[in-house]
């Protein structure tokens, strides 16, 4: 089972989202500390929208913030809607049958069970059982100068916390 590098995209977007969530992001902090394509995470953000999993706000001072808190989104929820299709197999697709085993093939019913298994296993995770799970990091504050670094600086900027000097 494997999700698309946009899925994945999108999920990093919503990571980064509700790992500050007293603040709006822009896409182009995003592309940048991530080290990916701003053009694409243009398109990964306006779906996220039009989803209702992102707010989107135009002009000075605006950005993307997430829509609902991060217990109220649900992982399986998010690969499904910005995931195409779940193919797993030619045989999943009726444009693409070319398999001389169907209709009797074992392996398309066992590839369809894990792949329910698999979508119920995300649909038991929320973005907040995610960020439990991922390293604290100390996010830049959102200014003006981050849309401007280079992907190296702009990732230096963003360091885990020491949880030693915390304690």
């Known amino acids: 089972m494997q999700i698309t590098r946009y899925t ?3 999920l990093r977007v919503l990571i980064y989202l509700a790992m500050s969530p ?3 992001a822009n896409i182009t902090e995003i592309a940048d500390f991530f080290n990916i394509s701003r053009n694409h ?3 990964v953000v306006h779906q996220l929208g039009g989803k209702g ?6 002009g000075k001072g605006g950005g993307i913030s997430l829509q609902h808190p991060p217990e109220m ?17 030619e045989c999943f697709d009726p444009a693409q049958q070319r398999c ?9 019913h066992l590839l369809g069970r894990a792949g329910n298994a698999y979508l119920q296993v995300l649909d038991t995770a929320t973005l907040a059982d995610v960020l439990a799970n991922t390293a604290p990091l100390q996010l830049a504050p959102h200014d003006a100068e981050i849309s401007r670094m280079p992907n190296k600086d702009a990732k230096n ?3 885990k916390i020491d949880t030693d000097k915390t304690k």
Request: hydrophobic letters at 40%.
């Open 22 to 24: 007293n603040r709006q």
């Open 100 to 108: 001389q085993l169907l209709p009797n093939c074992g392996l398309k």
């Open 157 to 159: 900027k963003l360091t």
């Open 73 to 89: 989104i649900s992982i399986g929820e998010v690969v499904r809607s910005m995931e195409t299709h779940f193919n797993w197999v």
């Open 41 to 43: 995470l243009v398109k």
């Open 53 to 58: 999993f992102i707010k989107t706000t135009r």
């Open 8 to 10: 994945d995209y999108a």
